[in-house]
């Protein structure tokens, strides 16, 4: 750990009225405690194994208890670092990014929420949807954790629960495979409850956005940010005219713009975003893209344990088909593992999925041996 801030402190009615004014579930009988919020800058790894540091929000219940269960969650795609978990500042207009970590605090747990790279208050660029570097912050933000706990007097559970929203669902699929491999032979993995994560982009996710399943301004936001946090990391073009029409698209990826600047800024469709030769990269990846995919791909080929799996689903998520967790679930199976997918409703969209499967993994992860 570099440094640690305390960021507020809030009593179970005042967590329970940022959730209301977020639309998350605010029950007071799984919602009981207090809960202090810190902001973590640790040490950590950038995509290609080099020194780094990371931030990320820790959420502790306001309670005597000295040992902790603690909850990793791993949050959905943010475009402005200043959105992230430990630097969104204004609760009452912007709950959205802390309101999971509040919630797991407030039933006892203690949330671990990495910023992940580039956002937040770590440097450089976000590279979106690298998984890699997205397990490494959450596995060293439990680290940082661990240290912070020790430091007020606390210790932690080494049994982890782990959980995601979206971008972050494969992350925490990712997380639980380097838990279930021994990557801190100090933590193993208690449960996993990934939210609406697309866990496959070469069979799903791709064709959904190339088909206009995934409407707009998402389809084109994810299309543009998949392009542009690859070729960073893959050089997949030399330059942005390459792949899109108009070339200043790449500069929306900067982490300044705020999300109605960034919104403002896109095409109107895909066909205005891509040009042929970006649209044909998509529809046919190779070489370097091709195994990138593949790397991101991956996250639900673990190996068999004992930690139950759940992989939560709206029913009206238009964003992030089904099939992704179909193809998680059918994974996981092949491997040995119990995993079964729960349907958060027929009227839960891809963002109300957030709000539905935290209330749903803070209940199951309260029946996996929590703090009640």
Same mark, same amino acid.
């Given at each position: 750990?570099?440094?640690?801030?305390?960021?507020? &402190?809030?009593?179970?009615?005042?967590?329970?009225?940022?959730?209301?004014?977020?639309?998350?579930?605010?029950?007071? %009988?799984?919602?009981?405690?207090?809960?202090?919020?810190?902001?973590?800058?640790?040490?950590?790894?950038?995509?290609?194994?080099?020194?780094?540091?990371?931030?990320? =929000?820790?959420? /502790?219940?306001?309670?005597?208890?000295?040992?902790?269960? &603690?909850?990793?969650?791993?949050? +959905?795609?943010?475009?402005?670092?200043?959105?992230?978990?430990?630097?969104?500042?204004?609760?009452?207009?912007? +709950?959205?990014?802390?309101?999971?970590?509040?919630?797991?605090?407030?039933?006892?747990?203690?949330?671990?929420?990495?910023?992940?790279? !580039?956002? +937040?208050?770590?440097?450089?660029?976000?590279?979106?949807?690298?998984?890699?570097?997205?397990?490494?912050?959450?596995?060293?933000? =439990?680290?940082?954790?661990?240290?912070?706990?020790?430091?007020?007097?606390?210790?932690?559970?080494?049994? &982890? =629960?782990?959980?995601? $929203?979206?971008?972050?669902?494969?992350?925490?699929? *990712?997380?639980?495979? %380097?838990?279930?491999?021994?990557?801190?032979?100090?933590?193993? /993995? @208690?449960?996993?409850?990934?939210?609406?994560?697309?866990?496959?982009?070469?069979?799903?996710?791709?064709?959904?956005?190339?088909?206009?399943?995934?409407?707009?301004?998402?389809?084109? %936001?994810?299309?543009?940010?998949?392009? &542009?946090?690859?070729?960073?990391?893959?050089?997949?073009?030399?330059?942005?005219?390459?792949? $899109?029409?108009?070339?200043?698209?790449?500069? /929306?990826?900067?982490?300044?713009?705020?999300?109605?600047?960034?919104?403002?800024?896109?095409?109107?469709?895909?066909?205005?975003?891509?040009?042929?030769?970006?649209?044909? /990269?998509?529809?046919?990846?190779?070489?370097? $893209?091709?195994?990138?995919?593949?790397?991101?791909? %991956?996250?639900?080929?673990?190996?068999? *344990?004992? @930690?139950?799996?759940?992989?939560? #689903?709206?029913?009206?998520?238009?964003?992030?088909?089904?099939?992704?967790?179909?193809?998680?679930?059918?994974?996981?199976?092949?491997?040995?593992?119990?995993?079964?997918? #729960?349907?958060?409703?027929? *009227?839960?969209?891809?963002? !109300?999925?957030?709000? @539905?499967?935290?209330? @749903?993994?803070?209940?199951?992860?309260?029946?996996? !041996?929590?703090?009640?």
């Amino acid at each position: 750990m570099v440094s640690s801030e305390r960021l507020r &402190v809030l009593s179970a009615a005042q967590v329970r009225a940022v959730l209301t004014a977020s639309g998350f579930d605010a029950d007071p %009988a799984v919602l009981r405690s207090g809960v202090a919020t810190y902001r973590l800058v640790y040490r950590t790894i950038d995509p290609h194994g080099r020194a780094s540091t990371a931030s990320g =929000l820790l959420a /502790l219940p306001d309670t005597d208890t000295r040992r902790l269960r &603690v909850v990793s969650y791993t949050h +959905g795609t943010e475009i402005a670092r200043a959105d992230a978990p430990s630097t969104a500042t204004d609760l009452a207009a912007d +709950g959205w990014g802390q309101a999971p970590a509040l919630t797991y605090a407030a039933a006892g747990f203690a949330a671990a929420a990495p910023d992940y790279l !580039g956002l +937040g208050v770590g440097p450089g660029p976000h590279p979106w949807m690298d998984v890699p570097s997205e397990v490494s912050a959450a596995l060293d933000l =439990l680290r940082a954790t661990r240290a912070f706990a020790a430091s007020q007097g606390r210790t932690v559970d080494p049994r &982890v =629960l782990v959980t995601g $929203f979206s971008q972050g669902a494969s992350a925490a699929t *990712g997380l639980a495979t %380097a838990l279930r491999t021994g990557a801190d032979a100090s933590l193993r /993995l @208690a449960a996993l409850a990934p939210v609406s994560g697309a866990y496959d982009w070469r069979s799903v996710e791709l064709p959904a956005l190339l088909d206009g399943r995934v409407e707009w301004p998402y389809g084109v %936001a994810y299309t543009a940010y998949l392009l &542009v946090a690859f070729n960073r990391l893959h050089h997949l073009y030399d330059s942005p005219a390459e792949v $899109f029409r108009d070339p200043s698209v790449e500069a /929306l990826f900067d982490g300044e713009h705020s999300g109605p600047r960034f919104v403002a800024g896109l095409p109107a469709s895909l066909d205005a975003l891509l040009t042929p030769h970006g649209a044909e /990269l998509l529809r046919h990846p190779r070489g370097r $893209f091709a195994a990138a995919l593949a790397v991101a791909d %991956a996250t639900c080929s673990t190996p068999p *344990g004992p @930690a139950p799996v759940r992989l939560y #689903v709206g029913g009206a998520d238009t964003q992030v088909p089904r099939a992704n967790s179909e193809h998680c679930r059918a994974a996981l199976r092949g491997h040995g593992v119990d995993a079964s997918i #729960v349907d958060l409703g027929a *009227g839960v969209d891809h963002l !109300g999925s957030n709000r @539905a499967g935290t209330a @749903a993994a803070v209940r199951w992860f309260l029946t996996s !041996g929590g703090p009640r």
